[in-house]
Structure formats: C-alpha cells, structure tokens
C-alpha cells in the first residue's frame, strides 16, 4: 500500500520552539488524488500540523518522521519541499513590499523548476487562471499581499496553487473570514487544481462550508494534539450537524 | 506584467564588470606629485590654462582648506593621507568628440562598463572622465539644436559662458563650507557645464560617467548645470573605479540651477571601489514653482559623506529625494539629504532606506530646516532601515529645526529586521533561502529603482546582488 | 564658590551636523550664588522604606558602581556609531541625561542627595511625596536616590512650585535603581516661577524584569533642561516615559531622553507632547540605542509639538542607533498647527479660533497632568495650566 503514497507521516511529535509538544503521535497517509480533510476544534493543533508538514522551521519535530514520494523529508527545507511538489496555503499570508504578485509566481515558477520561464505562455497561464478566481488581472501588478483584503489574498494564494502546480496541496482555514461568494470562487478554484493534475489535497478547516462542493475522502479529527478518529467524507456532515462533542468526549 | 522586477532571474554577476584593471602603460600618463602643496594647486591651475580669476580662486581655497578643521560628527577619515594622494592625473591626450579618436585602453574601460552602447540607445548625450579629465563628450544633434549646451567646464570657462560660469561656479557651494570644499575648490579638475535654455524639455537623459582608475590619486571634478525658466532635464551621473589598496579619494562638487517653472532631475549610482573615500558635496536651488529630484543610490566607497542638500528658495518650490545606501564590509556609509525651505507653500519628501549587512555601518542623517520666511511650507522625511545580521551597524540622525508655525512636519523611522515569517512563506513557494532574503532586500529597495531608468534599475538590482550574495 | 560655570550637557549620544546647533546645549550657572542644598523631607514615607539624608553626591553614585559589572557589562564586538559622545561620560556613577558636567557640579559645590531605599518586595502603599517649594532669589543644588531592591515597588512624586514671577536657580539630580523584578514609578510637576532657571537630570538603571516609569510635567521656568538616560541593563526590563511640556514667553525648554538598550527583550516608549507658544524655544533629543545583545528589544519615541505662534523655535532630534538585527524601533514626529480639521469641527459647534486653541492646548496638557497620582498636586498642576492657558 505504501508503495504509491504520496505522504506518509509517521508517529510526528512537534513542539514549537522547544516548548510545549502540540502534536502527538500523528499518523496519516495521502496518496495521489486523494482529497483529505482535518477538522478539529479551535487550538487542536491543525495549522501546527500543516506547517510542520511544510517545514517551518519554528516547529520542532521532536518525534517521529515524514516521507514525501517515499523520500524521508523531515529535515528538508520549505523550499526543497516546494521544489518536491508540496504546497501550503496561508492562513493568513505575508505581505511582502516591493514584489509584484504576477513576477513572484514568475520568480516562484522558476526557483521550482530551473527551466526558464517564457514570458508570454507564462501571461496567458496567468491570465486564464485569474478568470477563473474572478480577478481582476490588476491584481497582477499589485505589491504581493500589500493592502489585500482578506478575500483578496486567500485567491491569491489558490492563484499560486493553480500556476506552481503542485503534487500536494495543504489549504490551511482557506475558507476563515470568507462571505459566501469568495468561498465559491475559492473552491473553483480548488476544483481546477483538482481536475487539472490529479492534485492531492489536505485541507484544514475548522467549518464544512468550503468542502460542500468538493468530493472528500477522508476526514481526519484533531483533538488537542491527537488524531482522535479518522473516517470518510461523510463525517463532514455529521460534524458539520453536531459540532466536535462526539470526539471531546471520547478523548 | 511588472517584468523588470523579476529580480531573481536575472544572470550571475561578475564583479569584474567594475573591478577590472584597465591595462595602460605609465608613459601614456600624466601623474602629478602626490600631496598638496602651493605649487601644486599653481601647477594644477597651469595644466588647466585657468583664467587669472580661477587661478586666484584655487589659492584662496588653499589657505581656506589648510584653515577648516575636518568635521567631528561622522565616520573617522583618518585613513585618508592627503599627502599620498595625487590630485591630478590624466591621459596625454586632449578631450575627443567622437568615440573612435578616444584613446583605445580608456575607449576598452568604457566599452566595458557599457557607455558607449548606452549613448547610442536610451541617452541625450553623454561625457566620460577618466581619472581628472574629460575624454570623451557629445551631445546628440537634435539636442544640441534646441539650444543645450552640454559641454567640460573648462572649455565653458573660456568660452561664450565664461561669464556665466563665473557667477555661479561655487557660489552655492562656497568653499568655506567645509574643508573639502575648499579642497576641491583648491584642486577641482574636469566635469561638466549642462545649460538648458528657456522652455526647452530635453525628453531623454544626459548622462556623465565618472571613472577613477589610478591608484592613490583623487577625483576632484564640477558639475554645473543651469536649468533656465520653464526647462526640464533628467541627467544621470555614474561613478566606478578598480579596488586598490591605498586610499582614494573623491571630493567633487555638484552645483544645480533649477529657474522658474523649471524641473531638473538628478539620478546617480554609486559603485566606487571600497578603497574610496567619497567626500562630495551636491546642492541646487530652486525658484519660484520649480522642481529638483533626486534619486541616489550608494553602494560603492569605503566612506561616504553624502547629503544632497535642496534649498526651496522661491514659492511653491518643490523637492523629492529618493535614496537608497547598501553598507556591506568594510564599509561606512553616512548619508542622507539637506533642505532649507525659504519660500511659501514649499515642499519636500525625503525617502530614504538603507541596508546594513556584513559589518557594514550604514548611518542616514539628514536636516529639514523651516526658516521663518516659509509660511505653509511642507516636509515629511520616511526613512526605513533593514539589519541583515547583529554585527553591523544601523543608525537614524535626522534633524529638524522648524521657526514657523504655519508648516507642517511629519517625520517616520523604522529599523528593522526581515521576518522569519516572511522568509518562510517565499521557502515555501520552493524559493531558497538566499534568493527570499534578495529578493525581500530587492523589494524594499523597489522604491527606489522604479525611479531610476530601466538600465539602471537593472544595475543596482545586480549590485544588490551581488551585495547579498556576500562578494560585493 | 565658583561664579563662571559654563557647562557641557545634554550631549546628543551622536554628534551631527554643528549648523542645526543641536549637539549640546550650555548650562549657565554664573548669575547665581548657590547658597542651599537642602533637599524637602517626604511628608511621611510609605511603610518598607528608609531614607539617608544628606549623603555627599559621590558617595551615593556607590549604589551604582556596586553594580556596575551588570549595569555595564562588556559587549563584545561593540561598534561606536559615527559621531559618538559617549567616552565623555563614562566616568560618572550612573549616566544621566545631562551627563558628567552636571556630575562635576554637584560635586565642586558640595551638594548631597538624600537616599530612599525600598526593601526587598515591598510594595509600597502610598508615595513618596517630595515638595521643593521654591522661593524668589533661591539658588539650590540637591537630589535624590531611589533604590527600589528586589521585587519592590513604589511611586514617588516630586512637585517643583514657587510664585508665578519668582526667579532663582534650582537644580536636581534624580538617579533611580531597580533591582531584579522592581518598579519605579516617578512622576514629577514643575510648575515653577517666570524668572527660574531648573535642571533635572535624571539617570536610571533597570537589572532584570525592572522597570522605570516617567511622568513629566514642563510647565514653568525660564530655563529648563529636562533630561533622562535610562540604561535597560538585563533582560525584560522596561521604561516608559510621557512628557507634557508648555513654553511661553521667550522660555526656553532643552530635552535629553536616552533609552540604552542592553539586554534582550527589553522595551521602551518614549512619548512627548507639547505646546509652544510667544517666542518660545524647544529643543528636542531622543535617542533609542539597540546596543549588540539586544534581541527582541521594541523602541518607540514619538513627538507632538504644536506651535502656536510664528517666532517660535523648533528643534526635533529624534535619533535610533542599532547593532542588533532582531530589534525593531520606530519614530515619529508630527510638528506644526493644530489641524484645520479640528479647528473647523469646533467652529461648527460654535467655538471660535482662540477657544479652539486653548480647548486643544489644555486637552494636550491634561491628558498627561491626569496620570499624577496624588489628587492634590494634580490639582495644583490642572489649575496652573487652567490659568497659563
């Protein structure tokens, strides 16, 4: 089975900073075009799961280990995991002065694969994946996150996921401050990614609103720091009729 | 698409682009005795031929230099030897006007550094002085048509403008500024006289190129430009010298005329080699409804002494500085801007941003003066500094002195560090390390780029590079 | 009794430019015969602390000197910055404001400062209150120490008055130590007389988790240097400050604020408002020093100066020296009138100009005299700008 997995993590402890541990013995295992959903409770350790995954390096893997195509990648950098085929989605991205979002994915694009990247398949990729976020090509232009709204930069982040095409994708809250409209266009967005390239998803949400159009899985339970039961799409509707409860309790 | 911020991709970088020795043989050089002495300012004034004026003027300077104490506030110019410098060194041949006469190791030198090419795509007209002389200057013939006269000093001194020169050669610089003004008053040789007439836009730059390639010899030249009513000129200084390991020094002097109505803006890259001692002086003055522009980035020199100082003296004049200073090692660079507001309802912006990085000390200091005379008069200064590691130096010294109530004055500093957050959303985008610390460094100096033309722009952005990279 | 003093002080961490005249500033002292070094008695002190009156000015600065392997530890690989002032000081006790002249003073004319010590976690339940009520031709040098040790806490209030057209000279000297995990608290109210020249030079040092807060009031006197360095020795200390200050008449105001970042994650924030008015004259220096070691350190100085009249001089210096990359430090000046916004949402309620003005200064003023924690003496400095204004 392990053989074509995508992801494997295997018994991951993480701290933050060497303090406290905040996962615990986490186990999950995502293959290619696989959709995985981790819910939980505010403060349960999801978006520390989705950076440890991604390598930040203020989380600290205390335990434990994680494989990307089979390769243990636990002591690699952010950006060689990008360069593997990995991508994480920003709660709340940082705005970055000076760079223009259409010449950082450009720049991002090369960093990926060294190959230059020629400027006018570069503008129409660009272009055809604006239309389908609904943005306006300005936006191209415009310093990387400076002065976005909320909105604004969640789709310039899923822009990012349709042009660096990644292997794997982690959307971390994508949905968190969105009003119905812009949920939509993310998950088009979302869908694209989907449908383009067998892309594998974990998505990290503490709500069920984005997930509505999307076909799930798996449905991961993050309970202070353990993955208290794992199940298949459906459990999104039972959780998303009554709440976490069921899982508090049992831990 | 914002291309010429793609930063990242652009090719390596040679630093042999400055750092190049230009072959040339000794006999092809005039080389005056190092040190300063009476007879050599006499000896430099015979060389040039100087009206008796001049001659008189450089003696003056002299006594005024030899009085005047160096400044107490900035970075220590002790390794400076005046009396190994040479304050005068030149080609032994006279200045050409057309490309192919020029010398063949200076036209190499040149050719290299990519002036020529420049000229003939994107550039009004263009001088070149290597070490203290002009030797090369020209002017397109449809600028040269509309009236601008873009000429060297000398030849100006002695000619239709002579009268002209007189009467503002060093009178908004005078040599009892500060010592190195008396300096290059004592020893000034080469650089140029621009006058704009009346009415006249030139639509595409002038530029001066400035090499300093001898050892040990000082680079001492004057620009002079008169913008007149109405006119309007972009003109681009360059700076770049070979590293030795002896000490070299530059005290040139920059004097702008901005008239009535006129706008002139002044852009300059400095990249001298980090045995320089970068001692200039840069002021103009601005009439009624005029506009001065600065844009300056430092990021050669072993110490730099840089204020590019506006006076506002008629109503509603305007000022802009934009600048940006990289300090890397070795380097001690103290710089910023000046301005005196006089006139009514003037205005000015400084924005600055400075980079301190391997032990480099990188200090912005700047004076905003609102005389009493100024009534509804403006200022705001923004200066933003960036600390790349703890063993260097960043440091803010700006100073204001306000006598009206009727101005208004907004000042902003910050210093800071990149983000490890920041770091780690451009890693996670597969970008490494080092190329998310450049390219954070490269947008912090956007600013200050996007105001430079295209191919400069692309130069300072290598120069950030290679400063980044660590083998600035 | 030497009659031509002609001190140094107020020295700016890092020379600039001489035409701004703004690298020091001259203390005057020959017009007057110092004759009193009596410094007031508390009315009564908070329980936990003892005071030692009358102790010569060097001997004092031995608290400080006691501890000055943590106050100064060595930083390795220090770089002075272009223009440094400091080796002028570096001789004194404890570096204040003002800096060694005023030190040199004291001692030339035999001044004493009274020593209040605060015991080992007490918190001390009322201030001290310390009233230097100053008469017309008085000429006095005195100050104090406050030595909070460990874990203690106290407030200490000081009120310099006299009658509005007195005229004398008085200077003090306020050196403040707080051991591991104390906290001074220091308010002080000058409302002294048109003809008073005053100096207040204060030094601090803050050892681990200590913390220094300043309320200043400049209201009165003819003269004024108004001063403060603050060394945050050791990790997680603080010090906050928060100026108001008036100056009318041809008065003249000269300001030295210095926070000298040292340990790691140590903060301060400067905060100055003022009011200038007639020919008045201001000079301004803050400096925030992130010294190498400093990590995680924040800085925060800001001015306000509304200048309400076209012969006013003002000088802002607002200065950030930095060796540590992970700091972050920020300043900001607003200079000039009041808004014409403000002003035109007042005249729409009816308040014409003058008012606005007045309604605005008071405001500015007020806001910083209210943090005075004895109801009496902020009722004295509310009721002083209440008639100046």
């Not at chain 1, 089975?1 to 900073?17: T, W, Y």
């Not at chain 1, 709500?207 to 509505?212: D, H, R």
Request: aromatic residues 6%.
């Amino acid at each position: 089975m392990s053989e074509n997995a995508l992801l494997q993590v295997k018994d991951l402890s993480v701290s933050i900073d060497n303090e406290l541990p905040i996962l615990h013995n986490i186990n999950l295992e995502i293959k290619p075009g696989e959709t995985h959903v981790l819910m939980g409770p505010n403060g349960a350790g999801k978006s520390t799961l989705g950076f440890t995954l991604m390598g930040n390096p203020h989380y600290c893997v205390t335990k434990g280990n994680i494989l990307f195509e089979g390769q243990d990648i636990t002591d690699l950098s952010a950006d060689k995991r990008a360069k593997a085929g990995m991508f994480l989605s920003f709660q709340n991205p940082h705005e970055v002065p000076g760079i223009s979002l259409g010449s950082f994915i450009r720049n991002a694009s090369h960093a990926q694969t060294g190959a230059p990247v020629k400027l006018l398949a570069y503008k129409k990729a660009l272009k055809s994946a604006m239309d389908v976020l609904s943005m306006d090509e300005a936006y191209a232009d415009r310093d990387l996150n400076v002065g976005f709204s909320g909105g604004e930069k969640k789709k310039a982040e899923i822009l990012q996921l349709l042009m660096l095409n990644p292997k794997l994708a982690i959307l971390d809250e994508t949905d968190s401050g969105l009003d119905v409209d812009a949920v939509r266009t993310v998950s088009k967005g979302i869908e694209e990614y989907q449908k383009k390239k067998d892309g594998a998803l974990l998505i990290i949400t503490h709500s069920t609103k984005i997930l509505e159009s999307l076909h799930v899985d798996y449905t991961h339970v993050l309970v202070k720091g353990n993955i208290v039961h794992t199940g298949d799409g459906s459990l999104v509707n039972e959780i998303n009729a009554n709440g976490f409860e069921r899982f508090v309790k049992e831990d | 698409m914002a291309d010429t911020n793609n930063k990242q991709v652009v090719a390596d970088i040679d630093r042999s682009l400055y750092d190049f020795k230009d072959v040339e043989s000794e006999k092809d050089f005039y080389r005056m005795a190092e040190g300063l002495t009476e007879e050599t300012v006499l000896k430099v004034s015979e060389e040039k031929n100087d009206p008796d004026w001049m001659r008189d003027f450089r003696l003056e300077c002299l006594k005024l230099y030899n009085d005047i104490k160096v400044p107490d506030w900035g970075p220590s110019i002790e390794g400076l030897d005046m009396d190994k410098i040479s304050s005068y060194v030149r080609h032994k041949s006279d200045m050409k006007g057309k490309w192919e006469d020029v010398p063949e190791d200076i036209k190499n030198t040149f050719e290299r550094l990519g002036i020529p090419q420049a000229e003939r795509e994107s550039l009004a007209g263009v001088g070149a002085q290597y070490d203290s002389e002009l030797v090369y200057h020209n002017v397109k013939d449809e600028v040269a048509a509309q009236g601008v006269v873009y000429t060297d000093l000398e030849s100006a001194l002695r000619g239709e403008y002579a009268d002209m020169i007189k009467s503002h050669f060093m009178k908004l610089v005078p040599p009892t500024d500060h010592k190195f003004a008396a300096l290059h008053g004592a020893v000034w040789s080469g650089g140029s006289f621009v006058y704009v007439p009346k009415g006249v836009k030139v639509d595409i730059p002038l530029q001066s190129y400035f090499r300093l390639n001898a050892a040990g010899a000082g680079q001492f030249e004057h620009t002079l430009i008169i913008v007149d009513e109405g006119a309007d000129l972009h003109f681009i200084e360059g700076c770049s010298a070979p590293k030795y390991n002896v000490a070299n020094l530059h005290a040139g002097c920059v004097e702008l005329y901005v008239a009535k109505n006129a706008r002139l803006r002044y852009s300059t890259i400095e990249n001298w080699s980090k045995n320089m001692y970068n001692l200039n002086t840069k002021r103009a003055i601005v009439e009624e409804n005029g506009i001065m522009e600065w844009v300056s980035g430092s990021f050669g020199s072993h110490t730099s002494y840089l204020y590019p100082m506006t006076i506002l003296k008629g109503d509603n004049s305007k000022m802009e500085f934009t600048g940006i200073t990289f300090a890397g090692k070795g380097q001690n660079l103290d710089t910023g801007a000046k301005v005196v507001h006089q006139g009514k309802h003037t205005s000015s912006v400084i924005n600055t941003k400075s980079i301190s990085k391997d032990g480099g000390v990188g200090t912005y200091r700047s004076s905003v003066i609102i005389q009493k005379t100024a009534k509804k008069a403006k200022a705001s200064v923004s200066c933003d500094s960036l600390m790349l590691d703890s063993i260097s130096r960043a440091d803010t010294i700006p100073g204001m002195d306000i006598r009206t109530n009727d101005a208004d004055v907004g000042h902003e500093a910050k210093i800071g560090r990149i983000s490890d957050e920041a770091i780690f959303y451009l890693m996670s985008r597969g970008i490494s390390e080092e190329d998310a610390k450049a390219m954070i460094v490269s947008g912090f100096a956007n600013p200050v780029s996007k105001e430079l033309p295209l191919e400069y722009a692309v130069e300072m952005n290598n120069l950030i590079k290679l400063e980044m990279s660590g083998n600035g | 009794m030497s009659n031509d003093l002609n001190m140094k002080v107020n020295v700016l961490p890092v020379l600039t430019y001489n035409f701004l005249h703004v690298n020091d500033s001259t203390l005057q002292i020959n017009d007057f015969n110092i004759s009193d070094n009596k410094s007031p008695l508390a009315k009564e002190l908070p329980a936990g602390v003892t005071v030692q009156k009358a102790v010569p000015f060097a001997e004092a600065g031995e608290i400080f000197r006691k501890n000055n392997d943590r106050i100064l530890a060595p930083i390795d690989g220090h770089v002075d910055p272009n223009g440094d002032t400091s080796a002028r000081d570096k001789d004194q006790a404890l570096r204040t404001g003002m800096g060694a002249d005023v030190d040199g003073l004291m001692i030339s004319m035999g001044a004493t400062v009274d020593i209040y010590t605060v015991e080992e976690g007490v918190k001390a339940d009322k201030p001290i209150i310390l009233n230097y009520d100053m008469k017309d031709g008085d000429a006095s040098l005195s100050g104090q120490v406050i030595h909070a040790r460990k874990d203690s806490e106290v407030t200490v209030i000081i009120a310099y008055t006299s009658d509005k057209d007195a005229k004398g000279f008085q200077g003090v000297s306020t050196r403040l130590l707080a051991e591991e995990g104390a906290r001074i608290n220091l308010i002080k109210s000058q409302i002294l007389g048109d003809g008073f020249v005053h100096f207040d030079d204060i030094g601090g040092a803050c050892l681990k988790d200590g913390k220094i807060d300043l309320v200043t009031l400049e209201l009165g006197g003819c003269k004024v240097f108004s001063s403060a360095y603050v060394n945050l020795a050791e990790k997680s200390t603080a010090f906050t400050s928060n100026m108001g200050y008036l100056v009318r008449g041809d008065h003249d105001l000269d300001i030295n604020y210095v926070a000298d970042h040292r340990g790691k994650k140590t903060e301060a924030s400067m905060q100055f408002k003022g009011v200038l008015m007639d020919s008045a004259k201001k000079a301004f220096r803050g400096t925030i020093d992130f010294k190498k070691g400093s990590a995680g350190s924040v800085g925060d100085e800001q001015e306000d100066a509304l200048l309400l009249s076209e012969d006013v001089v003002n000088k802002t210096m607002p200065v950030i020296l930095c060796q540590e990359e992970d700091v972050e430090g920020r300043h900001g000046a607003t200079i000039g009138e009041l808004g014409e916004d403000i002003l035109f949402y007042m005249q729409t309620r009816g308040i014409d100009e003058e008012e606005a003005k007045r309604i605005m200064i008071k405001a500015r003023l007020d806001s910083v005299a209210k943090l005075i924690p004895d109801p009496e003496i902020m009722q004295k400095t509310l009721y002083y700008i209440q008639n100046v204004v």
